[in-house]
């Protein structure tokens, strides 16, 4: 998938809708991997959204979704492998694959920094699990992730946009 038509589609879906439909938008973008915080923080802010609530509503989607894979990984690795010839691990993307080399070389630290922006926090989160992490701890560094990540585009998306005078 370009990145692009990506922001197109995702600009356009808050610029047409109103009020707390935007915001129940930017919490659903960003809880939609491939989307993430990465995508939906500068274009909502870009369309003139409060960026303070975008930020707290994109943080709350986008940790909430990888929650909800921290609590259902067991399963869903039950539900590929059974589907499958090769176990998950075998089956590399290269998003994957990134996240991984991040995870061999630094760990769950580095994977929850720099997963957001490298591989994706999803796949990040995945594979500090199928590396053998806790729950707990993948979920405490994965939202301190999240959390810089999100200030960081943010601020760097309402110095950006008013340098241009766009907001």
């Given at each position: 998938?370009?990145?692009?038509?990506?922001?197109?589609?995702?600009?356009?879906?808050?610029?047409?809708?109103?009020?707390?439909?935007?915001?129940?938008?930017?919490?659903?973008?960003?809880?939609?991997?491939?989307?993430?915080i990465l995508?939906?923080?500068?274009v909502?802010?870009?369309?003139?959204?409060?960026?303070?609530?975008?930020?707290?509503?994109?943080?709350?989607?986008?940790?909430?979704?990888?929650y909800?894979?921290?609590?259902?990984y067991?399963?869903?690795?039950?539900?590929?492998?059974?589907?499958?010839?090769?176990?998950?691990e075998?089956?590399?993307?290269?998003?994957?694959?990134?996240?991984?080399?991040?995870?061999?070389?630094?760990?769950l630290?580095?994977?929850?920094?720099?997963?957001?922006?490298?591989?994706?926090?999803h796949?990040?989160?995945?594979?500090?699990?199928?590396?053998?992490?806790?729950?707990?701890?993948?979920?405490?560094?994965?939202?301190a992730?999240?959390?810089?990540?999100?200030?960081?585009?943010?601020?760097?998306?309402?110095?950006?946009f008013?340098a241009?005078?766009?907001?």
């Amino acid at each position: 998938m370009t990145v692009i038509p990506l922001l197109v589609d995702v600009g356009t879906a808050l610029e047409e809708a109103t009020g707390i439909v935007q915001y129940a938008l930017v919490f659903l973008f960003a809880a939609i991997p491939v989307v993430e915080i990465l995508v939906v923080v500068p274009v909502a802010v870009g369309l003139g959204l409060n960026p303070i609530t975008t930020a707290v509503v994109a943080f709350a989607g986008n940790v909430g979704s990888v929650y909800a894979l921290i609590l259902s990984y067991r399963r869903l690795l039950e539900w590929w492998n059974d589907r499958r010839d090769e176990p998950f691990e075998e089956s590399r993307s290269d998003r994957y694959a990134r996240a991984r080399r991040l995870w061999d070389r630094y760990g769950l630290p580095g994977v929850s920094l720099a997963g957001p922006v490298m591989a994706g926090v999803h796949v990040a989160a995945l594979v500090a699990l199928l590396a053998g992490s806790r729950g707990r701890l993948v979920a405490g560094w994965m939202t301190a992730g999240i959390a810089v990540w999100t200030v960081v585009l943010t601020g760097a998306s309402v110095a950006g946009f008013s340098a241009l005078g766009i907001v």
